[in-house]
């Protein structure tokens, strides 16, 4: 573990450094449009959140008590920030999903964040932007937050439902803006990568467990724990990925760059009910999906 923290931290300020980085985040969006479809899934987003959980503080406690250093105090305080600001996050998104539908609540999170994510790196860690990657977040935020119009208008929900939800999910977006540009704030303070990695999992797994046990002794129909379980080993899974790397790409290179490719995600999401579950795309959405890409590859080449 040693070695790979030197490694990786000789990676940082470098053209290769940039290049991992864009790997890592567009890895992370891969993983994101997965873990997205597994809360939203045919469980109660709450307990299924609270599922992933488990067994993230499972997987991840081994490594961080024995694998990697443990933290100094600095970073202790910054984890103890993260770990408020998480569960706000978390707190949100499974407000949002239980309200509406995943196709729409998905593209308004991940549309809206990246263009706060953006801003709050400009003001934090001083990065700028050509005018050029300022379109390609136009063209990136805008075809996303397009396909949840287009989703909404197919909603046949509760109106009054769908509207909470939209808001729980304009807030889950404005979340992901903070925890992402605090997140990266933090793992640049740590000494290693991941020692910062292992503690955030650990720590931010340690909540809705609980919420998900009260809400699951409540339920009059419980669903059966072994489906329910398989989810959450999934989810914690990919969870490593999802928010692991596009953490280890904001440590190495520029957070906003950083937190654009991985908005990818909705355009991953697209394929998988697509190419996966056959659902059908049409022509807007695919042109929109282009978008998207399209603005991706603008701010990573515009600079």
């Known amino acids: 573990m040693a070695d790979l923290s030197t490694w990786f931290a ?3 300020g470098t053209a290769d450094g940039a290049r991992v980085a864009a790997l890592l ?3 992370s969006a891969m993983a994101h449009a997965v873990f997205g479809a597994l809360q939203k899934g045919r469980h109660d987003p709450w307990l299924t959140r609270g599922a992933i959980d488990t067994w993230l503080a499972v997987i991840s406690a081994p490594i961080a008590l024995f694998l990697v250093p443990w933290p100094d105090k600095h970073v202790a305080i910054l984890l103890v920030g993260v770990f408020f600001i998480h569960f706000i996050y978390k707190l949100t998104m499974a407000l949002a999903y239980e309200r509406a539908a995943y196709t729409v609540v998905y593209p308004i999170v991940r549309g809206t964040g ?8 400009s003001l934090v860690f001083s990065e700028s932007f050509t005018a050029l990657q300022w379109f390609g977040i136009l063209c990136l935020s805008g075809g ?3 396909i949840a119009v287009l989703n909404l208008r197919q909603e046949t929900l509760d109106a009054s439902a769908v509207r909470l939800g939209i808001m729980w999910a304009l807030m889950g977006g404005l979340m992901v803006a903070v925890y992402t540009t605090f997140g990266a704030y933090s793992i640049r303070q740590s000494p290693d990568p991941f020692t910062f990695l292992a503690w955030f999992f650990f ?8 919420i998900a046990w009260w809400r699951y002794r409540r339920m009059e129909n419980r669903p059966a724990l072994g489906a329910l379980n398989l989810r959450g080993f999934a989810g914690a899974v990919i969870a490593w990925f999802s928010f692991g790397g596009v953490m280890l790409a904001t440590r190495i290179s520029d957070v906003g760059e950083a937190a654009v490719l991985r908005e990818t995600s909705t355009v991953f999401a697209a394929l998988i009910g ?8 049409g022509p807007v959405r695919i042109l929109m999906m282009v978008l998207v890409a399209l603005g991706a590859i603008i701010v990573e080449m515009g600079g």
């Not at 697509?274 to 795309?281: M, Y």
């Open 10 to 12: 000789g990676l940082e």
């Open 274 to 281: 697509w190419l996966i579950l056959r659902e059908k795309v």
């Open 25 to 27: 985040a567009l890895i």
């Open 203 to 210: 720590i931010t797994a340690l909540d809705f467990p609980f």
């Open 144 to 146: 996303i937050l397009f």
């Open 114 to 121: 990246p263009a706060i994510t953006v801003i709050a790196a």
